[in-house]
């Protein structure tokens, strides 16, 4: 098609004569339009970039496998689909940098899958689980949940994060599309501990447990397991304005900076064996390793904050020094 459109163009602009005629015959090779392939080619078969990509779409179908578990009243499998969707996110960029097999075609795919994964699966979870009670209250939540995490990828895309400087790449505008993911499940697992707590030791034996603290401990009790339907409708809210915010949070690269080049062996040794720790939790006990990877989590806003001003601060005062010079 783009052949002979060009071949058109060209008799368009160069009217037929007998001297166009003899210089086409003694220019054959640069006269012919060139072909333009518009199918794909073997090229999309390279195994660099094919094995990452499927790791990509692997994640999007256990995400989106969350969904009918949901329906089925499978709460604890719809969590493990979204979670293990995050997994799999977090292996395809590695993958695809150490196998060279990055591309335009694999970064546009992740952040779709990302969208889905992270943005609609979750809020249909969360719909299906208690938010329908609200009627259209619950759903216009899950609508706005949905479209800040797909501001929040946009925004990503285009470039707009904390990327221009080599202290501010540390962070991310807002928090992740993953990491918002997981927030906005957590009234849901602790639902989970709450259940196995309560199959394990007893009904009342939760409540028992947080009475030995006196009226602390019982208002402790009631904000963190007692999840009624407004409460996860404002919980959501909050997460979805965390999402578009500009409030600085740790990135997952500084970590791999971090451990791969300005950490000690030792170093490495104990954050290796941190991450290990956590992986058996998960394996052990998941809900209750889940709850308090959500705690630390939320933790680190404060710190990530003051972390990001102290670190613009000195990086202008080297600017200014630089310019003075």
């Not at 001297?19 to 640069?30: H, I, L, P, W, Y």
């Not at 979750?122 to 208690?130: E, Q, R, T």
Request: proline share 4%; glycine share 8%.
């Amino acid at each position: 098609i783009n052949a002979e459109y060009g071949w058109k163009k060209m008799q368009d602009e160069a009217p037929f004569t007998g001297n166009n005629m003899q210089a086409e015959d003694e220019n054959s090779t640069s006269s012919e339009p060139e072909e333009v392939n518009i199918l794909p080619g073997p090229s999309i078969l390279n195994m660099r970039k094919v094995i990452p990509n499927s790791l990509t779409l692997m994640a999007v179908a256990v995400g989106l496998s969350g969904i009918p578990l949901a329906l089925n009243s499978e709460w604890g499998w719809a969590i493990f689909c979204i979670l293990a969707a995050g997994v799999l996110d977090g292996l395809d960029g590695p993958v695809a940098r150490a196998l060279n097999g990055t591309s335009r075609f694999g970064a546009e795919l992740d952040s779709l899958c990302d969208y889905i994964n992270f943005g609609v699966s979750p809020a249909i979870v969360l719909y299906l689980w208690g938010l329908r009670t609200a009627g259209i209250y619950g759903w216009a939540t899950c609508l706005l949940y949905v479209i800040c995490m797909g501001c929040r990828l946009a925004r990503f895309n285009a470039g707009v994060d904390f990327n221009a400087s080599k202290v501010t790449r540390n962070f991310f505008m807002g928090v992740p599309a993953p990491a918002g993911a997981m927030l906005v499940i957590f009234p849901m697992v602790v639902e989970r501990l709450r259940e196995s707590w309560e199959k394990e030791h007893g009904k009342q034996s939760l409540v028992t447990f947080w009475e030995n603290f006196g009226d602390f401990g019982l208002k402790l009790n009631d904000i963190f397991f007692v999840w009624e339907v407004s409460k996860v409708m404002v919980y959501m809210l909050v997460v979805s304005f965390l999402l578009v915010s500009r409030i600085p949070t740790f990135s997952a690269k500084m970590l791999n900076r971090a451990f791969f080049s300005g950490l000690s062996l030792g170093a490495r040794s104990v954050f290796a064996a941190v991450v290990l720790g956590f992986a058996a939790g998960l394996i052990l006990t998941p809900w209750r390793t889940l709850c308090l990877l959500n705690v630390i989590y939320v933790i680190t806003f404060p710190i990530s904050y003051f972390s990001w001003k102290i670190s613009t601060i000195r990086e202008a005062k080297e600017e200014k020094a630089k310019k003075g010079q």
